[in-house]
C-alpha cells in the first residue's frame, strides 16, 4: 500500500524520497502483526480459540 501511495504521488508529479518508503515499511509490517496477535488475544479472552 505504501509503494502504492508513492506511485500514486509520482504520477502528479510529486517527487517521494525513497528513504522515506523504506523507513515507514518495517512500521507497516509491525502494526500488521500487532493487529494479528490482538485478533488472537481477544479470541482466545472469549474461549473460542482452537488449539
Avoid: D, F
Avoid at 11 to 28: D, E, S
Amino acid at each position: 500500500m505504501i509503494v502504492g501511495m508513492a506511485l500514486m504521488a509520482e504520477l502528479l508529479g510529486v517527487h517521494v524520497p525513497k528513504g522515506y518508503i523504506y523507513a515507514a515499511m518495517p512500521t507497516h509490517s509491525g502494526e500488521g502483526r500487532n493487529i494479528r496477535v490482538r485478533s488472537q488475544r481477544q479470541k482466545q479472552m472469549a474461549g473460542g480459540h482452537e488449539a
